[in-house]
């Protein structure tokens, strides 16, 4: 192990975890899961796939740590001013000078489109000695502001399409922040309680409620015209947090789709040379590659795809659907790849306009393909004849499975584990088989032992 190596494994012990997923995100890892996760996925980095641009990246998020300290050792009560990190860790930005800002950068939301920002991002605060504190807040809606939430569309489920939102961060952490909530929040606008969908993974005192934390609708109490207050009731455990009111228009997914296909579809030429660099032969392997096969079923919803994408930062050739992808992260907002687990924001999809050629072309009862040397393809025919058969000697059992996908959960669940969207499987034969010894328990002996008893599985 090289002394570099050594160095930067030492300086990864003093990031944050909003760091680690800065840095993992930024490299195409996954950055789900908690802080020894993390640590473990960098470290294997830079042991496996260790690189100048990868030592760099953590060595200036450790600089900028540590200015952030210095500035938060200050004698003055003045506002702690934020580090923001250059927007990517890329070689050419890497010596990009470092600026300031006094205010953190909150993550773009795909279904939240701002309209205009009615707070601007504040501290909260403590005010007096104990683990509970309590900060208030008052703002006006302007003329436009109201005129936009009156003209708002009301869907079925009684929320409008314009809202005016809540949203929380850290306030001490270097780049784009994600939404955070602090440790027991409660949200209340005009003294009447907010709606707060979180879990918790632990009891323990001063534990945060589980990612992801959505933006806190505060528009069912809200006074128009008249000066609106709110309170943040929250848990002070050392660390810091930031609040901001923005006036947004929800984004249905189906607006996101209809966007994907205008300005996301991949061309069939980039499409093909991707599948040719994939069989293209390598000398040095004895055994070549002659064909690809493809399954034409998404990952997610175990159905046929639609409207097959990827990530621009995926290496594999398998697509997902984008119209359930999207669902998915409406209700639970991941953005992680099905296939390779890597980290997929809607910015980053791609539609598979050559995928999108094949599904128009070939039969509906077709599940798979293979791309040939050429770029060209062929259906998979699978031999059905034994599975027939099977199906005439095993009665069919028809699978309903249903899945709440308002259910949360903890941070650190892995992806495919996670619940998704609705669906509908195909009626499918299962089939029991035995294997292994199965032993009857012994019967206890007793004085008189009577004949003895044979047990037949």
Request: glycine fraction near 2%.
């Amino acid at each position: 192990m090289s002394t570099d190596v050594l160095e930067a494994t030492v300086m990864l012990e003093a990031l944050r975890v909003t760091e680690l997923r800065l840095l993992l995100s930024k490299m195409g890892k996954s950055k789900s899961g908690l802080k020894k996760d993390l640590m473990k996925r960098v470290v294997d980095l830079l042991h496996n796939e260790c690189n100048p641009e990868l030592l760099s990246a953590v060595r200036e998020l450790h600089k900028l740590r540590q200015v952030s300290k210095d500035a938060r050792r200050s004698s003055k009560p003045s506002p702690v001013q934020i580090i923001s990190m250059p927007a990517c860790v890329s070689p050419e930005n890497l010596q990009s000078p470092v600026s300031v800002s006094t205010e953190p950068q909150m993550i773009k939301l795909p279904f939240y489109q701002t309209l205009d920002t009615i707070l601007p991002p504040a501290p909260l605060v403590p005010m007096f000695e104990g683990a509970m504190q309590n900060s208030d807040f008052l703002f006006h809606l302007s003329a436009s502001q109201q005129a936009q939430i009156q003209n708002s569309k009301t869907s079925q489920s009684g929320l409008t399409s314009v809202q005016v939102v809540l949203r929380i961060c850290y306030s001490e952490s270097i780049g784009v922040e994600e939404d955070q909530y602090p440790p027991n929040v409660c949200v209340s606008v005009n003294h009447a309680n907010c709606l707060i969908e979180c879990t918790y993974s632990s009891t323990k005192l001063g534990t945060e409620p589980s990612r992801p934390c959505r933006p806190i609708d505060l528009t069912p109490n809200l006074y128009l015209t008249f000066t609106n207050r709110f309170s943040v009731l929250w848990g002070n455990f050392g660390k810091s947090y930031t609040v901001a009111v923005y006036l947004v228009r929800l984004v249905p997914s189906q607006d996101l789709l209809d966007h994907l296909r205008r300005t996301a579809v991949e061309q069939q030429e980039l499409c093909r040379r991707r599948v040719s660099e994939k069989l293209r032969s390598d000398p040095e392997k004895e055994i070549s590659t002659t064909g690809l096969q493809v399954s034409l079923i998404c990952p997610l919803a175990k159905m046929r795809m639609s409207v097959p994408c990827r990530a621009r930062g995926c290496a594999h050739l398998q697509c997902f659907d984008a119209s359930f992808y999207l669902q998915m992260n409406e209700r639970k907002p991941r953005w992680t790849c099905p296939v390779c687990h890597r980290y997929a924001p809607f910015d980053e999809l791609l539609i598979d306009s050559l995928l999108c050629d094949v599904l128009e072309s070939c039969g509906e009862d077709e599940e798979e393909i293979e791309f040939l040397s050429d770029s060209s393809w062929r259906a998979v025919r699978h031999d059905r004849s034994h599975k027939n058969k099977e199906r005439v000697q095993h009665p069919q059992i028809n699978r309903k499975v249903i899945v709440d996908l308002t259910h949360s959960s903890s941070d650190d669940e892995d992806f495919h584990k996670e619940e998704t969207v609705s669906t509908h499987l195909e009626d499918k034969s299962v089939h029991f088989r035995k294997c292994g010894t199965v032993k009857t328990p012994k019967a206890k002996k007793s004085k008189n032992p009577g004949p003895k008893l044979l047990t037949k599985l």
